[in-house]
């Protein structure tokens, strides 16, 4: 099925461990995006692309780094793991142009201990 | 820099009601779109309704509509009817089309709305 697809769903980790949360869609979109949602709140954009070889730092970036080798794949990287970073992760991709539907992926809820 | 500023942290309305959920944001750009998405408990993001900058119709979509001021930078959405299956969190949305930050897709923390029977 078409979409954007996130993996783990569930993931926890101890303080001061990494690691690399994953984001393909199939859709050709150029635009892809990270966001992280605490408990009650709204999405905080992380990291953004709009195209391979391009990324930008959104609201929140520290403590993530993300990279677009290809137009599919999209992966946020967690390095140093800390409590604060415990949050629900979501992928996002767009056409942009014209066509401005954003999908969402399905979540990556983390903890951090 | 890109701002969206939701004010009601939680709305309630009767079902068959009809209910308003601000929105401002503030952008130096002029090629944007502005968006409200629904976050159910399941956590999926659903577009209800999208608008562009450059139209001063005002979008709708079936009991949805938004009531677009560029001039005040305000977006807010109107919900008629309003049915038990409305009741989620909702969020603005803004996205820059163009310019140095082109792609950048930033939300407001969100209103809670309860629908009462």
């Known amino acids: 099925n078409a979409g954007v697809t996130q993996t783990p769903k569930f993931r926890i980790l101890k303080i001061g461990q990494s690691m690399t949360l994953q984001c393909t869609q199939d859709?050709?979109?150029?635009?892809m995006y990270w966001y992280r949602q605490d408990p009650g709140m709204g999405l905080k954009l992380i990291y953004y692309?709009?195209?391979?070889?391009?990324?930008d730092k959104g609201e929140v970036p520290n403590g993530y780094n993300v990279s677009r080798s290809t137009t599919e794949d999209f992966p946020l990287r967690l390095e140093l793991a800390a409590p604060s970073q415990t949050s629900v992760y979501f992928c996002?991709?767009?056409?942009?142009?014209?066509?401005?539907?954003?999908?969402f992926g399905s979540g990556t809820q983390l903890s951090v201990l | 820099a890109q701002t969206v500023t939701q004010s009601q942290p939680e709305m309630s309305v009767q079902e068959a009601e009809t209910v308003t959920l601000s929105c401002t944001y503030d952008?130096?750009?002029?090629?944007?779109?502005l968006f409200w998405y629904k976050q159910p408990p399941s956590r999926q993001m659903i577009l209800v309704i999208r608008?562009?900058?450059?139209?001063?119709q005002n979008a709708t979509e079936n009991r949805f509509s938004v009531n677009f001021q560029k001039a005040a930078k305000s977006f807010s959405l109107k919900i008629s009817d309003s049915q038990l299956g409305d009741a989620a969190m909702y969020f603005c949305?803004?996205?820059?089309?163009?310019?140095?930050?082109?792609?950048?897709?930033?939300f407001g923390k969100g209103t809670k709305l309860s629908v009462k029977p």
């Open positions: 692309s709009v195209g391979a070889g391009i990324t």
């Open positions: 996002a991709s767009l056409l942009g142009g014209l066509n401005e539907k954003l999908f």
């Open positions: 949305a803004s996205l820059l089309r163009y310019g140095g930050s082109q792609g950048n897709l930033i």
């Open positions: 859709m050709n979109h150029n635009y």
């Open positions: 952008t130096s750009e002029s090629d944007y779109y």
């Open positions: 608008q562009e900058a450059y139209k001063q």
